[in-house]
């Protein structure tokens, strides 16, 4: 295993940025640019998801494996969140790509937006245009705070 990318801290708009450049601008012959552009995909959402849900650090991991690559993002979230986060990972996993299509073109034309400004279809985006894997586990640290994993996984071409 071989980290491309890793970083911890308070996440703001301003560091997303200039994480998600330093993304794109990675060089590694393992890495086709077709691949690159899928993983910095799933970083943003990833990234912006956290940005939006996280409450105080978080942890991003991006990994280049032997047979693929990971990026990982870990931060702690309310209840409330934390369970949003389980529910959209399973809704992503348990559709099919033409239920994937469906329901993404029903989120979009719906108008729906959570409380902290989300749609929703972040994950499901992820899911359909990369056909890789995602998993989250939730673990309650306090009564009121839940630490949070999500995981990407992406076999390489």
Known sequence: MKSVVQFEG???GELRG???????AVE???ISKTELKKLCG???EMLDNAQRYANGMITFKWDL???GYTI???NNASPEDALRLIAAVNRANALNMVQLKATLLQDLTNGEFGVKGGAGMGLMQIAY???GTLEANIEQIEH????????FNLKRA
């Open 18 to 24: 200039n994480l998600i450049s330093v993304l794109n």
């Open 65 to 67: 494996l032997d047979h």
């Open 144 to 151: 009121t705070l839940y630490r949070c994993e999500s995981t």
């Open 28 to 30: 590694a012959p393992e």
């Open 10 to 12: 308070v996440l703001n």
């Open 129 to 131: 245009r990369t056909n």
């Open 42 to 44: 799933v970083a943003l």
């Open 72 to 74: 990982q993002v870990v």
